[in-house]
């Protein structure tokens, strides 16, 4: 050791290297955490060696490990005193200094330092830490550039050039700056924990979770890299393990704010914040002059519903100072949720005045402009909330909220760009999607609100507002399940009770839906809606007296609703109180001149007042507007029918079997018009459809069978009178003999000819002319052959009947005649069955040519029959000796017949021969007279049958 010189010139060779040893035997209890023992050997060092500047800066630095802090400063200063070129000294001194937060005064010793010796490198890079510190980057940067020109690439050096060119937005810089950092030395903590957080702020959360750990495997202690590790975890979803970092931590440092702070937020996120409210009161108690911590326990304090405490904290955090602006937005919010508008405002203008460019206070202070109603002033400030924060998604949906119901295509188009701003958030879906269902587009409203249920599975709202577009939609299925799950996860929700009861009377399930809506009306007594639907559903199940109550309750609730009067004027519609039902129906109308339910109803009530002008003007009002239904149409329909307006009538009832063919009231009410308007056919093809699909209809099967009576052609008339003839007689003779023999004497009185000699030889005279002139008249052959067997020449029967044969081989008519004649009207036992009505016919003593043209009807078909009656009639027309006496009214005679059997060709054909007569004048009146007696009767029956419009024909041209 080198000889040192003391006062005087005193050589003190001995003791100087005691005190050297000494302070090297206190440097290593230093090091080794032996922070007592070595200030007793700097001590002694000290006494030794008074001016020993080494053992005073050691001192200084086992008292500072000690937390000595006085005694640690003042051992500093003098070793800086004793030996200003040492340098270490200035830099545990500047150390001390900045850890306290002394920057000033850190800044000033390292700058004596750098004076004293300006290529000391590490008072270069500690005075750059040091402006890092104080914010003063670009100053930081250049101290540190000059450390690492004096002493290279230092970890510490890099370290804190790489935090501060962070702090400068020169990111990839810092991080390359870090990474090197530890390359060099890959044992330094603080270095990952420093690149560690840049990853976290560049939200790259799984390189920075790395960088936490491993500072935490260099220092398992290090409770900033715990409450770093736990706050990403925390932003990446991960609660457990963010909460047990922060709860580590806090073991570790009790007294550690940001730990409580951010474990206070982790509970925060999952809903606990009882526990976030003691961490938060931890944290006040450990720094009560911070207002974050205030100001987020307000918050949790108002998500328990605890207001006046939430205001009380925001209240001391702007007492503590201005720093924390945003005290009087949230205080603003709490207040506006209490309706206490004046304070929240008053907020609300203080925020605005001291932050005139945060879009935050004009998009809150537009929001409680809407809540009192002043929706200019809300647009206002929402706007310009927009223009100071064009991606503020919040403020583009609460303008949404604010136009809706004025501006509604603005309304979306403001909810649409929150979503492009905002896509994950279900709040902007829900509400575009709510109000797309208000403007009919239900499509897309559940398109939207099926986005926020996925976004947010438990969030009972989406799950309600979607069931009321099912509603719209009329999946009402679809809408109880959503209603379901709604009330699953917020049971107490009465609309979601209402909007079920609702589904339920949509699908006719009364007795479920009264049971929702009973649930409902318990949450939420004196709510009118709940009540009117009770009301209608009680309608419904015909409980009138009690939906009166529910409906005069309703109405006591809200005079207002059209609604209520619509459904109140049913129940007496159903009680037939009709003309209380036409006033409250009157009232709804009044109310809403465009509620067509009302217009619907009242239309019913005037038809069954007869006051048909009005049903049809309702009845019309409500279709234009959308109550287009079957029962509707079908009302109109008999109004209009009853007027006489039958084609209009018919165009309803046309309307309704398109959707619904099978709607048996528009059968028959179509029918009865067609039959207004003598449209039998179509009239008859109605009633049958009817009575197909309703065979009970007894009046409707009258009225079909004697229109069918009616339409038949002379041909099938005579063949149903001979069936219906046949099936008359013949069963009252299976049921009582005598009464047969009784019917049939009678039907001998009237048609027996058998006794009347005079009149069977004029019938033979003709028949036996007729015959000369057409050897194959069948009539004329049967008829004769009957007038045989009434004269008793059975012989002469056969062989007439046997000439039919010979003309007509296959007719079964004349066949069954010869059989019965053949066995005297007898059956053999082994007769078969196919000629009853021959034998049956044989007993009933009709005329001849009546019985022949009976036998004709039942053996063969109608086209048949009625062959022969226009063959009878073209016989008898070649009869008529034309321009002789008495020839005009023989031809108009037969022009008549034509009118009745058709066809109307054949008839005028007749009657224009009849014409060239020289007597037609003088016949023609007889003629003229019957025709017009005949329509007279037709037209005072209201018939207008084919045979009548071809009589009415025949009387034009009589008139001609």
């Not at 800066?57 to 640690?72: D, H, K, V």
């Not at 009919?440 to 709202?461: C, P, V």
């Not at 959503?482 to 339920?504: I, S, V, W, Y």
Request: a negative charge.
């Amino acid at each position: 050791m080198a000889l040192v010189l003391h006062d005087g010139g005193d050589v003190m060779f001995s003791g100087k290297m005691g005190a050297e040893a000494l302070a090297e035997q206190g440097e290593a209890h230093r090091l080794e955490g032996r922070h007592a023992e070595a200030i007793d050997h700097f001590t002694r060092a000290i006494e030794l060696a008074p001016g020993y500047a080494y053992a005073w800066g050691s001192r200084g630095q086992a008292y500072w490990a000690l937390e000595r802090e006085a005694e640690a400063l003042a051992d500093l200063d003098r070793a800086i005193e004793l030996d200003p070129e040492l340098g270490w000294p200035s830099i545990e001194r500047a150390l001390i200094a900045r850890e306290t937060g002394r920057y000033g005064e850190a800044l000033e010793v390292l700058t004596r330092a750098i004076e004293v010796d300006p290529g000391f490198w590490e008072a270069w890079a500690d005075r750059g830490a040091v402006r890092y510190r104080m914010d003063d980057y670009q100053a930081a940067l250049a101290d540190l550039d000059k450390a690492l020109e004096l002493g290279g690439e230092q970890p510490f050096t890099l370290r804190y050039r790489g935090l501060a060119c962070w702090l400068l937005d020169r990111d990839d810089e810092a991080l390359a700056l870090l990474t090197r950092a530890i390359e060099l030395d890959d044992e330094e903590e603080r270095a990952y924990y420093d690149r560690g957080r840049m990853h976290a702020f560049a939200e790259r959360y799984e390189p920075a979770l790395a960088d936490f750990g491993r500072a935490l495997e260099l220092d398992p202690g290090y409770v900033s890299a715990m409450v770093a590790r736990g706050r990403v975890h925390r932003r990446m979803g991960n609660v457990e393990e963010a909460l047990a970092d922060f709860t580590r931590a806090i073991r570790r440092d009790h007294e550690h704010v940001g730990a409580h702070l951010e474990r206070s937020r982790a509970y925060t996120r999952i809903g606990r914040y009882a526990e976030a409210i003691t961490d938060l009161t931890r944290a006040i108690e450990l720094d009560p002059d911070d207002p974050t911590a205030y100001v987020e326990r307000s918050l949790c304090y108002q998500a328990e519903e605890e207001s006046e405490k939430a205001i009380a904290d925001l209240t001391r955090a702007i007492e503590l100072g201005t720093d924390f602006g945003k005290s009087y937005l949230y205080r603003g919010d709490i207040y506006r949720g209490l309706d206490r508008h004046d304070e929240a405002m008053a907020d609300y203008d203080h925020y605005i005045a001291r932050f005139p460019g945060d879009c935050a206070g004009y998009r809150e202070r537009g929001h409680l402009h809407d809540r009192l109603d002043r929706t200019e002033q809300a647009l206002a400030d929402l706007t310009r909330a927009i223009e100071l924060d064009p991606d503020d998604a919040d403020a583009y949906a609460y303008r949404g909220e604010v136009s809706w119901a004025t501006r509604p295509e603005e309304a979306v188009a403001d909810f649409t760009r929150a979503i492009e701003l905002e896509p994950d958030d279900y709040w902007h879906h829900a509400s575009r999607g709510v109000l797309l269902d208000t403007m009919g587009r239900h499509e897309q409203a559940r398109a939207d609100l099926t986005t926020a249920i996925e976004l947010d599975s438990a969030n009972a709202y989406a799950f309600k507002a979607r069931a009321d577009v099912h509603l719209s939609l009329g999946a009402y299925e679809e809408a109880i399940a959503d209603l379901d799950r709604a009330l699953e996860l917020d049971p107490g929700r009465a609309t979601a009770h209402f909007l079920r009861g609702k589904a339920l009377y949509y699908l006719d399930r009364n007795e479920e839906a009264l049971s929702a809506l009973d649930k409902a009306i318990a949450r939420e007594g004196d709510d009118a809606d709940h009540i009117l639907l009770r009301g209608s559903v009680l309608k419904d199940m015909d409980r009138y007296a009690e939906a009166l109550a529910d409906l005069d309750r309703a109405l006591a609730l809200d005079p207002m609703q059209s609604l209520a009067y619509t459904e109140r004027g049913d129940v007496y519609y159903y009680l037939g109180r009709y003309e209380e039902a036409l006033r409250d129906q009157d009232v709804a109308i009044e109310l809403d001149p465009d509620n067509a339910l009302a217009l619907y109803s009242r239309g019913f009530t005037h038809s069954m007042l007869d006051r048909h002008e009005e049903a049809v003007a309702d009845l019309s009002r409500a279709i234009e507007l959308g109550a287009d239904t079957v029962p509707g149409r079908v009302a109109r329909g008999r109004s209009q029918a009853s007027m006489q307006r039958h084609e209009a009538a018919i165009a309803d009832f046309d309307h309704v079997l398109g959707s619904d063919p099978g709607h048996v009231h528009a059968l028959v009410s179509r029918g009865m018009a067609h039959l207004d308007l003598h449209r039998y056919e179509e009239a008859l093809a109605d009633f049958d459809r009817a009575l197909e699909l309703d065979p009970d209809l007894d009046h409707v099967e009258e009225l079909r069978d004697h229109l069918a009576v009616a339409l038949l052609d002379p041909a099938e008339m005579f063949t149903l009178f001979a069936h219906s003839l046949m099936a008359g007689t013949w069963s009252r003779a299976s049921e009582d003999p005598e009464e047969f023999v009784e019917a049939l004497d009678g039907w001998a009185s009237l048609w027996r000819i058998a006794g009347d000699e005079d009149v069977r030889a004029k019938e033979f005279e003709e028949l036996d002319r007729a015959i000369a002139e057409d050897p194959g008249d069948v009539l004329a052959l049967a008829s004769r052959a009957l007038l045989h067997r009434a004269a008793g020449r059975y012989q002469a029967v056969l062989t007439d009947l046997d000439r039919v044969l010979s003309v007509e081989p296959d007719s079964r008519w004349a066949l069954g005649l010869r059989r019965a004649a053949q066995f005297d009207g007898g059956r053999p036992d082994e007769e078969a069955s196919e000629f009853d009505w021959a034998y049956r016919l044989y007993h009933m003593g009709l005329p001849s040519a009546l019985e022949v043209m009976c036998a004709m009807a039942l053996a063969e078909d109608p086209e048949y029959l009625l062959g022969v009656m226009r063959a009878d009639l073209l016989r008898k027309e070649r009869r008529v000796v034309t321009g002789r006496a008495g020839a005009a009214a023989e031809l108009l005679e037969l022009a008549k017949a034509y009118a009745y059997a058709g066809p109307e060709e054949e008839m005028e054909r007749v009657h224009a021969s009849a014409r060239r007569q020289p007597d037609y004048d003088a016949a023609k009146a007889a003629c003229v007279a019957a025709a017009r007696d005949t329509v007279s009767q037709a037209e005072a029956g209201g018939e207008e049958f084919p045979y009548v419009r071809r009589m009415r024909r025949l009387l034009a041209l009589l008139l001609e």
